[in-house]
């Protein structure tokens, strides 16, 4: 158990336009989702929170007007890159707790963007 | 803020060598720990994870790691690595507040 799916798996977009990426939980529900970005070689850095149906809470540094996140359900949480540019592309990865005190993330396979 | 150090960015062994990968974090309550792998082109997978009991936690593929308290470190061991461990290690910590804070990372090369 405890699976988490990304859709797309990769995407490429023009410039301006925006992408949403969705992040689900298959086999359980996820009190809390997490987004992260992994830029080539490097780690992942946190980009924001999400609990089901309130707003996330982003890192600072994060823009939440370009990056925005809706945490719908318990299963879903999507993230919808706003008027994309060439250096928003990157690895899109996402996780989901079970909220069974244990803190621990599941992660989905990710997302990787790419914007001309 | 809490952290979590990997001192060692890019390690290369040949096959057979032992393996240890540094993994240290700066907080000093409670907190959980974890060892993911990513092999090249490939997503996150969970290698160990440490919650509470003993210390010295056992995961897939024939790695291990130990919890040392008293210096905030959860080390990563293998005895014997293979060619195909090539891949990028990534402690990771979590906290009361449930945030995930990732180590740098570290790149292994096993040569054959």
């Known amino acids: ?116 | 803020a809490q952290s979590v150090s990997q001192h060692n960015h890019h390690v290369i062994l040949s096959e057979a060598a032992s393996l240890e990968l540094g993994c240290n974090y700066s907080y000093g309550g409670t907190v959980n720990l974890f060892w993911y792998v990513q092999y090249p082109g490939q997503h996150l997978q969970l290698l160990l994870k440490y919650f509470s009991g003993d210390p010295l936690v056992k995961g897939i593929k024939g790695f291990e790691a130990e919890f040392i308290k008293s210096k905030f470190s959860f080390n990563l061991r293998k005895p014997s690595v293979q060619w195909s461990d090539t891949a990028e290690y990534f402690c990771a910590v979590t906290y009361n507040n449930n945030d995930m804070r990732f180590g740098a990372g570290t790149r292994l090369t096993v040569k054959p």
């Open chain 1, 1 to 116: 158990g405890a699976v988490v799916s990304q859709h797309p798996s990769w995407v490429i977009c023009k410039s301006g336009t925006s992408v949403k990426i969705e992040c689900r939980s298959l086999d359980f529900q996820a009190t809390t989702m997490f987004w992260y970005r992994q830029f080539p070689k490097q780690s992942l850095m946190l980009m924001a929170t999400s609990n089901e149906g309130s707003k996330a809470t982003y890192e600072q540094g994060v823009e939440k007007d370009k990056f925005l996140i809706n945490h719908a359900s318990l299963t879903l949480s999507t993230l919808t890159v706003t008027s994309a540019h060439p250096e928003d592309s990157s690895f899109y990865i996402c996780s989901a707790t079970r909220g069974s005190g244990r803190y621990e993330q599941f992660f989905g396979p990710g997302t990787r963007l790419t914007v001309l």
